[in-house]
């Protein structure tokens, strides 16, 4: 699906591939952030096929007005794990409003790694 509203110059819409490689740029800049990690096998399958390497453990979901996203990260080892979540949480939430003028609904975060 993608994003879709009106406005005096016309017509805008945003594929949710674009709003996941935005999400992917924006998280990288996250103190604590190490990488993304494959949500589930297809990912993990996509990425050895290097099919999709940049949005590989992030999923967007668009309903309407409103933008649904999940990703799975690795943190880095010794930072607060919940500190980094919510500032992570609240950095793609602010950017990915600025950038495609919508609402973000939910974000998920699920920490699947340490990595030192």
């Keep these: ?24 740029h924006v998280s990288m800049d996250c103190y604590g952030i ?26 967007v979901h668009t309903q309407g007005d409103r933008i649904f996203i999940d990703m799975a990260v690795s943190v880095k080892y010794g930072v ?6 919510e500032a992570l949480k609240e950095s793609v939430q602010y950017k990915v409003e600025r950038f495609t003028g919508m609402i973000v609904d939910t974000i998920n975060v ?3 790694s340490i990595q030192r």
Excluded: H
């Design 80 to 85: 607060s794990i919940k500190a980094v979540v």
């Design 1 to 24: 699906m993608a994003v879709k509203t009106n406005n005096i110059y016309g017509r805008i819409t945003i594929s949710d591939n674009t709003i996941e490689r935005f999400v992917s």
């Design 34 to 59: 190490v990488s993304f990690v494959p949500m589930n096998i297809v990912d993990r399958v996509l990425s050895l096929v290097r099919l999709r390497t940049d949005t590989c453990g992030i999923k």
């Design 110 to 112: 699920n920490v699947k």
